[in-house]
Every structure is written in C-alpha cells, then in structure tokens.
C-alpha cells in the first residue's frame, strides 16, 4: 500500500526503513515548544469605569456609615454578641484552614508559582508583573485607610454599639477579604479566554466571599470591614488597566538589562585565554612500578636452603 504524505514525498512508501523518518517527524513537531497566545491586554473600557465609580461610591458609603454610627454599626454589634463561632463550633476547624485562603504570605507564594510558569511558558513577564502592581497598590490603599481609621477588631471592642474608630486598631477595611479579592481574581484578570476568565471569576468570587464570611464567623471582623474589603479589592482589579502602560515599560526595561548582563558575560567568555598546548610531542608514558622478584604482599620471602 502507497501512502502519500504532503506534496513534498508524493508516493512515499511506508516501509520499515522509512516508518522511524515518520515517527520521527512526529515526535519533533510534539516536542516542539507551543507558540505563545496572543494576549489581549484589558483596557479602561466604559463599563469598567462604571463599575469603579459604582464600587468607589459604595466605598465612600460604608465608610460614612461607620463614621456616623448608623444602623451598620448596630448589625455589626448584633452579629457580635451572636457570637457564630459559639452557634455552629462544629464548622469552627474547617474554617480554621479555610481563612488562609485569605492571607496575603501563602496566597501570594502559591499564585507566584503559577504566574511564574505561565510568564516562562508565555515568554513574557507581564503576569508577575500584574500581580506585584495589584499587591503593591492593595497594600498601599489598605493600609493606608487601616492606620488612618484605627478601628479596634470585635475581640477588643470597649463600648456597645460604637464604631470603635481611632483606637489604634488595624481592620478596617478586612485584609484577609480584599487579599482574597485581589490575589484570586488576579487569575481572572490574567485569563487568555473568555470562558477562562467566566470560570475563574466565579471561582475567585466564591473564594473572597467565603474568606470574608469567614472572618465574622471567627469573630475577628466586624461585618462592615469585610464589606469594605470585598469594595477595596475590587477597586484594586478594575484599576489595573491603568498600570498596563508602566507595566510594560518596566517590562522592556527588564528585559534590556537582562540582555546586556547576558552580552556581557559572553564577552567576559571571550576574553579569558585558552590554556597553552605543551610542545614536543606526546609525553612519555609511565610504565607501572613491578614488585622486585622475592616480592609477595610488601614482605620478602624467606630464603630457601639447599
């Protein structure tokens, strides 16, 4: 039987001496390292802007609330002396181990390694770059309104029904819940598929809501923080965009600097003298040193008498 493969070997007849020419063409085009895919970079289109002004003013509304003691305040305390932790302690390990889904150290170290390998496979750095610029602005805007507020957290409340504001606290908005936010959803926001970036936002979704339900059930979180958290997280996402121009001049930079180490160390390569070849021709060989006759382990053997 006569098959033909391509326009190249018209006729080609598979024989044993030519099926190993097959298989390895086969192989090699298996081997072959995939192209990378074409990354659409997210643009500050309308609609994300709607949705940052959307979520900016729910921002600017929980913050108010809390401010003026509204009745924000009093479902906070209400869930407090609820005490959930104390209503279902059955769940209480589970959500033990849940919770660090939310902190920032092993979240960040485990979402590293993956964009990691994506920005090696991809051929590009933008993914870890994306995810250095989230957390630095999620550490930046959170912080800042965390030592700006200084609300004390549940456990160290002073005083029923207050907002508990400027006491030297740290925990408003809820760090757990907006890390949760941004950490996870980074993967959405880097997706090369409209359908993985649909499956990977409501994952991240489910993952920050649960964290944040989490921190009030623990009772380290009054309900408003987690709410401000889950805004300032998002905010953090929807501006990214914004960062994509210095992300790729950063990237380019980085990419300079890495070439010139490299041609450096090449021509560093190139300078270092070759070791001189010995004239003369071959050098002697040394024959082994044979035992002297008598000779038998290191010790001379005894004289025989005749």
């Known amino acids: 039987m006569v098959i033909t493969k391509g326009a190249e070997r018209p006729g080609l007849l598979l024989t044993p001496c030519n099926v190993d020419w097959v298989r390895t063409d086969i192989f090699a085009r298996l081997d072959r390292e995939p192209e990378p895919p074409k990354i659409e970079v997210p643009r500050m289109t309308r609609t994300r802007l709607a949705l940052f002004g959307g979520t900016s003013a729910f921002y600017l509304a929980i913050v108010v609330a809390v401010l003026l003691s509204t009745g924000l305040v009093t479902l906070d305390w209400k869930i407090m002396l609820f005490r959930p932790y104390q209503q279902w302690p059955e769940i209480h390990g589970f959500l033990d181990y849940y919770v660090v889904l939310g902190q920032r150290g092993p979240t960040a170290v485990m979402v590293a390694a993956w964009l990691g390998w994506r920005s090696w496979r991809q051929h590009t750095l933008r993914p870890l770059l994306c995810l250095g610029a989230a957390l630095l602005l999620l550490n930046v805007s959170v912080g800042a309104v965390k030592i700006g507020l200084g609300r004390l957290g549940p456990h160290y409340a002073t005083q029923i029904g207050s907002p508990e504001l400027f006491g030297g606290g740290d925990i408003f908005p809820s760090g757990h819940t907006a890390n949760a936010v941004v950490t996870w959803g980074i993967l959405a926001y880097l997706a090369t598929t409209p359908r993985a970036r649909r499956y990977l936002s409501a994952l991240s979704a489910v993952v920050a809501l649960g964290v944040g339900l989490t921190t009030v059930y623990l009772g380290t979180h009054w309900l408003s923080d987690v709410l401000l958290g889950w805004a300032a997280g998002l905010l ?48 002697p060989v040394r024959e082994p040193v044979r035992e002297p006759v008598g000779v038998a382990g290191g010790r001379r053997a005894p004289a025989t008498r005749g």
Not at 249 to 258: G, K, M, Q, T, W
């Open 236 to 283: 953090v996402l929807l501006a990214l965009p914004w960062c994509e121009p210095v992300l790729a001049v950063s990237e380019a930079r980085i990419l300079a600097a890495r070439d010139r180490v490299r041609e450096r160390l090449r021509d560093r390569r190139r300078l270092v003298p070759s070791l001189p070849v010995a004239s003369g021709g071959p050098r």
